[in-house]
């Protein structure tokens, strides 16, 4: 089977586990997560600062469609909207579980396929 060439205006995306470290004391703790990402075409991503924090911020809102499996401090579901998506990226460590859920995923395929 060949690879398939996405028509123009088409959207691929797709969903990945995203594993957060979340810091505690004496090392970290891992929370886990999922995230429905679209990709973007490289000549998209050019229009991305991604060594700054607004770049980076802009980014996720791109391509972040939703997010699974949030709970708040009491474990109870928390329901995906804008401001939870604004919420999550923000924080530093859900940051960059987003930011490498989305490259790693894209860059390569998973484990064991």
Request: aromatic share 8%; net charge negative; no cysteine.
């Amino acid at each position: 089977m060949g690879f398939k060439v996405a028509a123009e205006g088409a959207e691929r995306q797709f969903t990945a586990r995203v594993t957060a470290h979340v810091p505690v004391d004496g090392g970290t703790k891992e929370e886990r997560f999922k995230a429905r990402y679209r990709v973007l075409s490289t000549d998209h991503l050019e229009n991305f600062e991604l060594g700054s924090s607004q770049g980076t911020t802009d980014f996720l809102r791109a391509v972040i469609v939703e997010l699974f499996e949030l709970v708040d401090d009491n474990n109870n579901p928390v329901a995906y909207n804008d401001d939870v998506r604004d919420q999550v990226i923000i924080d530093p460590v859900a940051r960059t579980a987003l930011i490498r859920g989305y490259f790693d995923n894209i860059g390569r395929g998973r484990k064991g396929n």
